[in-house]
Structure formats: C-alpha cells, structure tokens
C-alpha cells in the first residue's frame, strides 16, 4: 500500500477535480467509523437501567435522529468543500470559529487518547488469554506503543489513501464478516427471548439513555465536514453517511447491550470483553479491535485540521505531534467510565451545529458566499443559549432530555437572531 499524506490546507475549500468520494466512499467510512469496543462498551452502559427492549428503543431513536444531524452538517462540506472548523468561519466569524476549534482540538486529543486506551486493554486481554498473564503479548505498554504508532500513521497518510486503499478494498468486508459471527454467536447462545422480558432496574432514565446514544453520532459533527469536502454530490454525502453510521452504530450498540445482559451481567468492562472474547476464538472481537483504530486515527487526523485553524503548520506535521501527545496521555491515564464525557460533548457541540445548520440551509440557503467577519456575535449568543438549555435541563430535569432540545433551541435563536440582524453577501468580484 502506497501512503501518501495529506496535503490539503483546513482553510480552503477542495477542488472540485479532487472531491472523489461517491456513496460508496462514505459508507464504507461511516459504516467503520459507527463500529468499536467503544460502541460496544456504550451499550453496556445502557445495558442494566433500561433492559434490552428499553436499550434497543433509546438506541434506535438516538442513532436515527444523530445519524440524519450528522448527514445534515456533512452536505455543508460537500456544498463549501471546506473543513469542519473552517466551515463554521462562516456561521460564527474567521475569530468566532477559533474556540469551537480549540475545544474541538481538546476533545478529539481526548477521543484519540481513549480509542488507543480501549485498543490497548482489548489486546493486552486477547493476549494474555492466548498466551498467559506474564507474556509479552499481554504487556499493555507495547500494545500501547503498537496502537499509538499505526493510528498516527493512518492520520497521516489522509483520509483519501485511508478510505480508498484500505476499507473500499477489504477493511469493511472484514468487519461485516466479524459483525455477523457476534451476531450468529449470540442467536445460538443466548436466550434472547427471556432477556427482552426481563425490565431493567430503572437506575437510568429513558431519557438519559437516548442522550448517550445520540451523543455517539453528534461526537462526529465536529469531524464529518473534514471528510465529507471529499464528497462528489451532496445527494451522496447525506446517503452514504446516514445509512452507514446508522447500521454500524444501531448493531454494534445493540452487541454491547445483549452481550451485557446475556453473559456479563455485572457491567464490567473485562467482563464484557471475555464474553466477546469467547466468540469464534477471539477472531470477531480482534477485527473490531483492529477496526478501532480507524476511530482514532479520525480523531487524530481532524484534531490536526482543527489545530491547522490555530497554528500555521501542514496537517501531517501536526498529525504526527497530536498521534505523539495521544499515546503518551494513553501510557498514563487509566481507562475511566466516560458516560459524562459523552454528555459534556452534547452539551457544546449539539448546540453548535443547530446554529449552524439553520444557517447554512436557512439563512444562507447553502452559499458559501459572505462577507468576511471577525465575530458574528447573534451566532455566538445562539449557541451560548442552547448551551445553557442543555445544562439547565440536564440538571433541573433530566428525565427529558438535554441534547436535542438544546439543538432545537440553539437553532430556533440563531434563526431569529440572523433574521433580526442579518449580514450581507460577499460583494462580487470584479
């Protein structure tokens, strides 16, 4: 396999002569990218509260609202051909985007950090099930290192070497094959009627539930533009996202929730993967745990483009620093329950994007062209607005719900601010 890294700058827009992605493309991208240990051990988080039939409900509905948001901000790429962060330059202003794009930058440093952690625990579990507690297979450091190094190199190699060298050819053929052995292992083994009876013990709201599973595709708003400005059409972008993100999420979720409940009932992250582990020799959970580090190597790949609005340095260079500073923080830190951080992202970045949707399909009606800005203050007081729905609710009523209704709110403010206070077109060129 050739790599060649990327050399698009996060500031301009992708020739229309290299945007090659079709629907293809971005299936497969999305379809992998709604598949992990993470997802799994997500599902295993809604697993005791709400039973299999209240897990499965709040799932669907989450993942099917997320994934058509998701759809929706990855068209605004493929109409600019701008980069996620780039893009929002012209919702918020060219000083306006600098804050999501710092925060933005910290979060996926983060995301990257667990995905290489997740990845490090998984194999270091596999090994030392193959082999023994004191092999060399099972040293968590070296899995680590191993992990650390090949999500940095995907980074820097770029999204287009990614998709079309290595899932188009065989990546997504061999995750499908895993995906159908789990589900084949679980119809045989578990007695699924009996668990979709059983109720959950009410610890966690429905609510709450589809929060978490929502805040899995809104975890890529921030990210989907960085990939989708490879799209050819938008028609393309928003089917084959939709669709792939939808039926890896909604399955893989689904996997953590029932193998939860059928063979790990205490909840306990080992306990969940010794089940997997368990199944067709380990083999489906080692393509899913290799599937992982896709996960970060998009983290890693559009920490750098959000960092290329910030500091004025190649995308690969900064891949590679971000690629080194994620594994060092993933040699340190232990893996932590990260429900919360799953909300905290809810609550900046869904907001955002309700902004900046009803701005580019709305007030905008998807033009690119605007009058330059440093800080579009009725956007930013949008956003500040749902962002405060989101926390007042999550703390004053948490049985209904924070995400969506901040988004609605937040979008609902910058469709009447923008109107009040509207801002002229780019003047045209002479």
Same mark, same amino acid.
């Given at each position: 396999?050739?790599?060649? $890294?990327?050399?698009?700058?996060?500031?301009?827009?992708? $020739?229309?002569?290299?945007?090659?992605?079709?629907?293809?493309?971005?299936?497969?991208?999305?379809?992998?990218?709604?598949?992990?240990?993470?997802?799994?051990?997500?599902?295993?988080?809604?697993?005791?509260?709400?039973?299999?039939?209240?897990?499965?409900?709040?799932?669907?509905?989450?993942?099917?609202?997320?994934?058509?948001?998701?759809?929706?901000?990855? *068209? %605004?790429?493929?109409?600019?051909?701008?980069?996620?962060?780039?893009?929002? @330059?012209?919702?918020?202003?060219?000083?306006?985007?600098?804050? =999501?794009?710092?925060?933005?930058?910290?979060?996926?440093?983060?995301?990257?950090?667990?995905?290489?952690?997740?990845?490090?625990?998984? /194999?270091? +579990?596999? !090994?030392?099930?193959?082999?023994?507690?004191?092999?060399?297979?099972?040293? =968590?450091?070296?899995?680590?290192?191993?992990?650390?190094?090949?999500?940095?190199?995907?980074?820097?190699?770029?999204?287009?070497?990614?998709?079309?060298?290595?899932?188009? @050819?065989?990546?997504?053929?061999?995750?499908?094959?895993?995906?159908?052995?789990?589900? &084949?292992?679980?119809?045989? @083994?578990?007695?699924?009627?009996?668990? &979709?009876?059983?109720?959950?013990?009410?610890?966690?709201?429905?609510?709450?539930?589809?929060?978490?599973?929502?805040?899995?595709?809104?975890?890529?708003? $921030?990210? %989907?533009?960085?990939?989708?400005?490879?799209?050819?059409? /938008?028609?393309?972008?928003?089917?084959?996202?939709?669709?792939?993100?939808?039926?890896?999420?909604? &399955?893989?979720?689904?996997?953590?929730?029932?193998?939860?409940?059928?063979?790990?009932?205490?909840?306990? *992250?080992?306990?969940?993967?010794?089940?997997?582990?368990?199944?067709?020799?380990?083999?489906?959970?080692?393509?899913?745990?290799?599937?992982? #580090?896709?996960?970060?190597?998009?983290?890693?790949?559009?920490?750098?483009?959000?960092?290329?609005?910030?500091?004025?340095?190649? *995308?690969?260079?900064?891949?590679?620093?971000?690629?080194?500073?994620?594994?060092?923080?993933?040699?340190?830190? =232990?893996?932590?329950?990260?429900?919360?951080?799953?909300?905290?992202? !809810?609550?900046?970045?869904?907001?955002?994007?309700?902004?900046?949707?009803?701005?580019?399909?709305?007030?905008?009606?998807?033009?690119?062209?605007?009058?330059?800005?440093?800080?579009?203050?009725?956007?930013?007081? /949008?956003? +500040?607005?749902?962002? #405060?729905?989101?926390?007042?609710?999550?703390?004053?009523? =948490?049985?209904?719900?924070?995400?969506?209704?901040? +988004?609605?709110?937040?979008?609902?403010?910058?469709?009447?601010?923008?109107?009040?206070?509207?801002?002229?077109?780019?003047?045209?060129?002479?």
């Amino acid at each position: 396999m050739s790599i060649q $890294p990327s050399t698009y700058s996060p500031d301009h827009a992708v $020739p229309l002569a290299q945007r090659v992605f079709g629907a293809r493309d971005l299936f497969s991208l999305w379809f992998s990218l709604g598949i992990g240990l993470m997802v799994l051990q997500t599902g295993a988080l809604l697993a005791p509260g709400l039973g299999l039939s209240g897990s499965l409900l709040a799932i669907f509905l989450g993942t099917l609202v997320g994934v058509l948001l998701l759809a929706c901000v990855g *068209v %605004i790429g493929s109409d600019t051909g701008l980069s996620a962060m780039a893009a929002l @330059k012209l919702s918020l202003g060219t000083r306006g985007a600098s804050l =999501p794009a710092l925060l933005n930058l910290l979060q996926l440093i983060g995301w990257g950090s667990f995905e290489i952690i997740v990845m490090r625990d998984a /194999a270091s +579990l596999l !090994g030392a099930r193959a082999f023994s507690d004191a092999s060399l297979m099972a040293n =968590p450091l070296l899995w680590t290192l191993a992990f650390g190094a090949l999500a940095t190199l995907l980074a820097v190699s770029g999204p287009l070497t990614f998709v079309r060298q290595i899932l188009r @050819k065989w990546g997504i053929w061999l995750l499908l094959a895993a995906c159908i052995w789990l589900t &084949w292992n679980l119809f045989a @083994k578990a007695d699924l009627a009996a668990l &979709w009876m059983q109720a959950g013990d009410g610890s966690m709201p429905f609510a709450v539930g589809f929060d978490i599973a929502i805040a899995m595709p809104l975890s890529w708003l $921030p990210l %989907i533009a960085d990939y989708s400005r490879f799209g050819k059409r /938008a028609k393309s972008v928003f089917g084959g996202t939709a669709l792939g993100f939808f039926i890896g999420n909604f &399955w893989l979720m689904s996997l953590g929730v029932a193998y939860t409940l059928a063979f790990a009932p205490s909840g306990e *992250v080992n306990a969940l993967l010794l089940a997997l582990a368990g199944a067709g020799l380990g083999i489906p959970l080692l393509l899913i745990l290799l599937d992982e #580090s896709e996960n970060a190597f998009a983290d890693i790949h559009s920490a750098a483009v959000s960092s290329g609005i910030l500091l004025r340095m190649k *995308v690969e260079h900064l891949a590679l620093a971000i690629g080194v500073i994620c594994t060092l923080i993933a040699c340190l830190a =232990p893996l932590a329950q990260y429900q919360n951080f799953l909300l905290l992202i !809810g609550s900046v970045f869904a907001p955002l994007f309700g902004v900046v949707l009803v701005d580019h399909f709305i007030l905008r009606k998807r033009s690119a062209q605007i009058a330059s800005a440093a800080l579009r203050w009725p956007a930013l007081l /949008a956003w +500040l607005g749902g962002v #405060s729905t989101y926390h007042l609710l999550a703390n004053l009523y =948490p049985e209904v719900g924070a995400t969506l209704p901040s +988004l609605v709110v937040a979008g609902l403010l910058q469709l009447l601010l923008g109107r009040v206070f509207s801002y002229a077109p780019a003047p045209a060129q002479a």
